[in-house]
Nanobody
Framework: QVQLVESGGGLVQPGGSLRLACVVS????????MGWYRQAPGKEREWVAT???????GYADSVKGRFTISRDNAKSTVYLEMNSLKPEDTAVYYC???????WGQGTQVTVSS
């Protein structure tokens, strides 16, 4: 059974940084494409970033230059380094195994002074 467990969220001031992690189990991780998504209150879930098994990367325009996605295949973990955070980055952040229906429980990120 595929499981995804996110961690690393919290409350941070504007301009601050956070690093999210998502541990994946139940599947061979290294060849899989992983994504990060987020859902703000009252809004639809939106794509944030993707990293393939070959470490090809893509970002939404709203986070480009501020967020960095990476992976550690030995730990079956995908990361999202978030810098220069803005209040509009406030959301629940989810990781996703692309091509599968399973979502993690999400981790709350709140950017506020």
């Amino acid at each position: 059974q595929v499981q995804l467990v996110e961690s690393g969220g919290g409350l941070v001031q504007p301009g601050g940084s956070l690093r999210l992690a998502c541990v994946v189990s139940g599947i061979t991780f290294s060849s899989k494409t992983m994504g990060w998504y987020r859902q703000a209150p009252g809004k639809e879930r939106e794509w944030v970033a993707t990293i393939t098994g070959g470490s090809n990367i893509g970002y939404a325009d709203s986070v480009k230059g501020r967020f960095t996605i990476s992976r550690d295949n030995a730990k079956s973990t995908v990361y999202l380094e978030m810098n220069s955070l803005k209040p509009e980055d406030t959301a629940v952040y989810y990781c996703k195994l692309i091509g599968f229906t399973t979502w993690g429980q999400g981790t709350q990120v709140t950017v506020s002074s």
